[in-house]
T-cell receptor, first 115, second 115 residues
Framework: NAGVTQTPKFQVLKTGQSMTLQCAQDMNHNSMYWYRQDPGMGLRLIYYSASEGTTDKGEVPNGYNVSRLNKREFSLRLESAAPSQTSVYFC??????????????FGEGSRLTVL | AQSVTQPDIHITVSEGASLELRCNYSYGATPYLFWYVQSPGQGLQLLLKYFSGDTLVQGIKGFEAEFKRSQSSFNLRKPSVHWSDAAEYFCAVGASSGGYQKVTFGTGTKLQVIP
């Protein structure tokens, strides 16, 4: 039972480098989300995809881009990494209403350090 | 826009003692409310959720939460804490929008359990 799979689990970048975090879910969920977690700030929504073919900005989208490649996959790209983007990134998926009442299923996280 | 406040950043309880973690939310309509738990280095796992019906909700691992509309609260409780309950706990509120829910998290409460 894979659920939500994120890669890579750890990454160290230099300022200005680019990278893509990959996320895939095998639960046939419609909606997918990217959050970042920083100490004392909880989880903040970066971008989300309510359904295949759509993406929208969340609370902290600056410096990021996303692609909903298909129903299973939702990637997060940092075009020019900055130290402020050092964080733990979580991908989550969510089934469609009304049968699913909003529960998010999370990956194990990707720990990114930008030097 | 919805928001969640968890006033306690850190709580320490003795093993076997009772536990109550506080959560207050702000949302104009009937909220969908969640409690998630995060063990170190892991993703988030759903403990319980409320969206309608009985205001006392039972969850996994012996946790329960009570929705009080008049106080805009959704506090998490456990009668007797076990050492394995040491983790970080997040309260969250979901706002329905079409076929998905945008979920906003509180800043978390870190629980320490002492022998």
């Amino acid at each position: 039972n894979a659920g939500v799979t994120q890669t890579p689990k750890f990454q160290v970048l230099k300022t200005g480098q680019s990278m893509t975090l990959q996320c895939a879910q095998d639960m046939n969920h419609n909606s997918m989300y990217w959050y970042r977690q920083d100490p004392g700030m909880g989880l903040r929504l970066i971008y989300y995809s309510a359904s295949e073919g759509t993406t929208d900005k969340g609370e902290v989208p600056n410096g990021y881009n996303v692609s909903r490649l298909n129903k299973r996959e939702f990637s997060l790209r940092l075009e020019s990494a900055a130290p402020s983007q050092t964080s733990v990134y979580f991908c989550a998926s969510q089934g469609a209403a009304p049968t699913n009442t909003g529960e998010l299923f999370f990956g194990e996280g990707s720990r990114l350090t930008v030097l | 826009a919805q928001s969640v406040t968890q006033p306690d950043i850190h709580i320490t309880v003795s093993e076997g003692a009772s536990l109550e973690l506080r959560c207050n939310y702000s949302y104009g309509a009937t909220p969908y409310l969640f409690w998630y738990v995060q063990s170190p280095g892991q993703g988030l796992q759903l403990l319980l959720k409320y969206f309608s019906g009985d205001t006392l909700v039972q969850g996994i691992k012996g946790f329960e939460a009570e929705f009080k509309r008049s106080q805009s609260s959704f506090n998490l409780r456990k009668p007797s804490v076990h050492w394995s309950d040491a983790a970080e706990y997040f309260c969250a509120v979901g706002a329905s929008s079409g076929g998905y829910q945008k979920v906003t998290f509180g800043t978390g409460t870190k629980l320490q359990v002492i022998p």
